[in-house]
């Protein structure tokens, strides 16, 4: 695909990173030469000095001939403005990084006026992820459908797992609103069927409602944990975003802040969290706030070398699952061999979201593909589809349909309910159906039947 993105500073760097690496025709735009230069002769990329605003410069840039522009400079009304000449340019999709809590809590309401593709708020987005791995702290990978409303858990099953030698069919669904999807064993990888036995040491993915698998994975003795008290060092974005998230979840949540003014303004947002002005680096208020015997702990300060200081600190004397931001990936090096439990890079992160979102266009041009994850080093996709009234597979039965081996339906979201499907159930018009499958380059929900 070819693709422009204006803005080359961490964020704008890091998607042109990953989308060159998947081997895409990027052109960068941006103000400052001195970034452009820096971009464009560390990458394959073209290089466009100007202001991405302006309808010369994105002309310059290709945007007229170009598949998608990402817009990601440091402001979010440049970046909506630019998203929209793009358009009157003649780019067909257009991505904004918006990360303002004002503008992104009101996005919905004209996203479909300004003609956006998609909208990402790097902050908003880490608090999500980090708010996964909190909700289940022992879990392998989270993947979300439906707008988060329907998961997909890999989790590893223990020796002491009620799941050991049953046959999946032999399994409490909880009333068949759960399924167990894959199964990995061995370094292979199996779509299981109701005939499958699960053995210790399997890696199982787990897909239904995020409160529905927390009742799974208690059942069958699946301790992956759930952050009921959690501490947030730093009192930035993410923070906020991601203390919104866990209070909503039902956790108690603490925010250590150093600055004052900033502690005012979390007390005024954030009713049900408890703010503490100190500093976050002083170990004697870490243990008197109850560091020792928290579930979770999310170090979200400004540098990264506190942030690393305080998570080795804080592993050493509690058992918490520890979250640590890094924004520099200079350190990367150095933290594979610290032994950090958890590291997220806000950057790196947006990168990954919207490449996933490009893989999911790329493979969906003319299709219905909503969504798209590679799963198990790429050996399964789960795609999420959109059903058309005219699609083959609407209105019969799951069990009569013709479906392709090594191919699952394994969620169908109608009107915001999840449905774990059934030999019996239909999809209907305007679904969105998830399906996993060891078949590459599904373009529409129809490719998941065999040709007669």
């Known amino acids: 695909m070819k693709i422009v993105i204006v803005g080359c500073g961490k964020v704008g760097s890091s998607i042109a990173n990953q989308l060159n690496a998947e081997g895409h025709e990027i052109s960068v735009v941006d103000i400052s030469p001195k970034a452009v230069k820096r971009l464009s002769e560390s990458l394959d990329v073209m290089g ?31 970046n909506l403005y630019t998203c929209l ?10 991505i904004a990084r918006v990360r303002s809590p004002e503008y992104t809590n009101d996005l919905h309401r004209v996203k479909d006026h300004l003609r956006l593709s998609m909208a990402i708020n790097p902050e908003l987005t880490e608090a999500l992820e980090i708010s996964r791995l909190l909700r289940f702290s ?21 020796e002491k ?22 199964v990995e064993r061995n370094g292979g990888v199996y779509i299981a069927n109701g005939d499958f036995i699960i053995m210790a040491g399997d890696k199982i993915s787990v897909i239904s409602k995020p409160e529905i698998a927390a009742k799974f994975f208690k059942k069958t003795n699946l301790n992956i944990g759930r952050s009921r008290d959690v501490i947030l060092l730093g009192g930035g974005k993410v923070s906020y975003y991601l203390a919104q998230k866990l209070i909503k979840s039902g956790a108690n949540v603490k925010i250590i802040e150093r600055n004052e003014q900033r502690c005012n303004a979390l007390s005024e947002m954030l009713h049900d969290a408890t703010i503490i002005h100190g500093d ?23 540098y990264d070398e506190e942030n690393i200081l305080i998570s080795l600190y804080i592993q050493s004397v509690s058992k ?43 493979n969906s041009m003319g299709s219905n593909v909503e969504t798209l994850y590679k799963l198990h080093e790429d050996q399964i996709e789960a795609l999420e ?68």
Do not use: W
């Open 85 to 94: 000449m793009a358009r009157a340019a003649g780019t067909p999709h257009t």
């Open 320 to 362: 918490a699952k520890v979250i640590t931001k890094v924004n520099n990936d200079s350190f990367d090096s150095i933290i594979d061999k610290l032994g950090l439990e958890c590291v997220m890079n806000p950057k790196v992160l947006t990168g990954e979201y919207i490449a996933r979102y490009i893989r999911a266009m790329q």
């Open 138 to 158: 022992g879990a392998l990978e989270i993947d979300s459908f439906s707008k988060g409303a329907a998961e997909l858990i890999k989790v590893q099953v223990p």
């Open 48 to 78: 466009i000095e100007g202001n991405g605003a302006t309808f010369d410069a994105l002309a310059e840039a290709g945007a007229q001939t170009a598949d998608l522009v990402i817009a990601a400079t440091a402001r979010d009304e440049v």
């Open 385 to 452: 589809f959109r059903a058309r009234r005219s699609s083959k597979t609407v209105g019969t039965a799951i069990m009569d349909l013709n479906l392709k081996n090594d191919l699952q339906i394994i969620c169908i979201s109608r009107a915001g309910k999840v449905i774990i499907p059934h030999g019996n159930d239909m999809i209907m018009p305007d679904d969105l159906v998830v399906v996993i499958t060891k078949h590459k380059g599904l373009n529409d929900l129809d490719d998941i039947l065999n040709r007669r």
């Open 280 to 302: 976050c680096m002083e170990q004697d208020l870490l243990l008197s706030e109850g560091i020792e015997n928290v579930d979770g702990v999310a170090a979200l300060m400004d």
């Open 161 to 182: 797992s009620s799941l050991i030698n049953k046959k999946i069919s032999q399994i409490d669904n909880l009333r068949g609103k759960v399924r167990i999807c894959t």
